[in-house]
């Protein structure tokens, strides 16, 4: 038994081994570093995998600082009016017209925006259409949320100035039940006509 005991000693003194009695753990002699871990896998960085990136690209919109337009410093003015409540309807974009929106309500309070989440897709939410004849030329640009279509148009007629009308419809898709909001037009900013040749927006 002796023996036994003395040889298992040498084996482990040959192989570089200790043993450690507090718990019994088998540790290499030149870094103390446990023999179970010997085989851990390490997971390899070596390669980057870029995840697929996204086509859409989503703007950041400051509701502060907003001028009589509705628009915040970087903003642009496309389109606008005030209401005989003293509202304000825009349209408005960026410097570099990477986006589309609709504000309505006053700059300390903007009642309702669409689209609710701004990207490079929300001018494609837009719907543009033009009727022209010899009497009337009628310019409107739409969009639906939920259940309501909202279409702000203008409406001239050559032959009859005084009856040129601006403003924006809310339309109920369910009921079809409709409200019309008057601009006032000395208020207009701006020309629908704008969006008349924008590739941007839906037709």
Excluded at 158 to 180: E, F, H, L, R
Aim: proline letters at 3%.
């Amino acid at each position: 038994m002796k023996k036994l005991i003395f040889i298992t000693f040498l084996l482990l003194q040959m192989f570089g081994c200790d043993v450690s009695e507090e718990n019994n753990t088998v540790t290499t002699q030149e870094n103390d570093v446990p023999v179970y871990q010997e085989f851990s896998v390490i997971e390899d960085n070596s390669t980057n995998i870029k995840e697929p990136t996204s086509e859409v690209q989503e703007f950041f919109l400051s509701g502060d600082n907003l001028n009589e337009y509705l628009a915040s410093p970087e903003q642009t003015v496309l389109f606008s009016f005030k209401t005989e409540s003293g509202k304000v309807l825009s349209l408005l974009t960026d410097s570099e017209e990477n986006y589309l929106i609709y504000r309505f309500g006053k700059p300390d309070k903007v009642e309702f925006r669409f689209p609710e989440i701004v990207d490079n897709t929300s001018w494609e939410k837009f719907y543009f259409e033009s009727y022209k004849t010899d009497n009337d030329y009628l310019l409107h640009i739409y969009f639906i949320n939920v259940d309501y279509q909202y279409t702000i148009y203008m409406n001239e007629y050559p032959n009859s100035s005084a009856d040129n009308k601006t403003g924006v419809q809310v339309k109920s898709i369910n009921t079809n039940k409709t409200t019309d909001i008057r601009a006032v037009n000395s208020s207009i900013t701006g020309s629908l006509e704008y969006f008349k040749d924008n590739k941007k927006v839906s037709r």
